[in-house]
């Protein structure tokens, strides 16, 4: 069956970062378009970045253009986040997802990981 596992969450200061990963298995990895959601409390999950099957295209909401990246790793089955001059309203549960289209819309996610938390605070 489709498991996404998450790692690499947890505190950190403002301005500093941080890198998520995501091993992927029970489908073809280089056959997925594959993103990062995120949940901010008291607001609904929202699309931060998706990569292409091959991984060599992204895109990224305004609100982390600039500051995160969204490395494919095919051999590894791996998906990253990294994430720089990390901000206070950075702060959210942070989920893997495997993308029907390439889309951050949350109608095209079809699997989910289990999420991992990310606080940003001083």
């Known amino acids: 069956q489709v498991q996404l596992v998450e790692a690499g969450g947890g505190l950190v200061q403002p301005g500093g970062s941080l890198t998520l990963s995501c091993v992927a298995s029970?489908?073809?990895?280089?056959?997925?378009?594959m993103g990062w959601f995120r949940q901010i409390p008291g607001q609904e999950r929202e699309g931060v970045s998706w990569t292409a099957k091959s991984g060599l295209n992204s895109a990224y909401a305004p609100s982390v253009l600039g500051r995160f990246t969204i490395p494919k790793d095919l051999p590894t089955n791996t998906l990253y986040l990294r994430m720089n001059d990390l901000k206070p309203e950075d702060t959210a549960i942070y989920y893997c997802?495997?993308?029907?289209?390439?889309?951050?819309?949350?109608?095209?996610?079809?699997?989910w990981g289990q999420g991992t938390q990310v606080t940003v605070s001083s």
């Open positions: 997802v495997r993308l029907t289209f390439y889309t951050l819309s949350l109608d095209a996610v079809d699997a």
């Open positions: 029970g489908f073809p990895f280089d056959q997925y378009v």
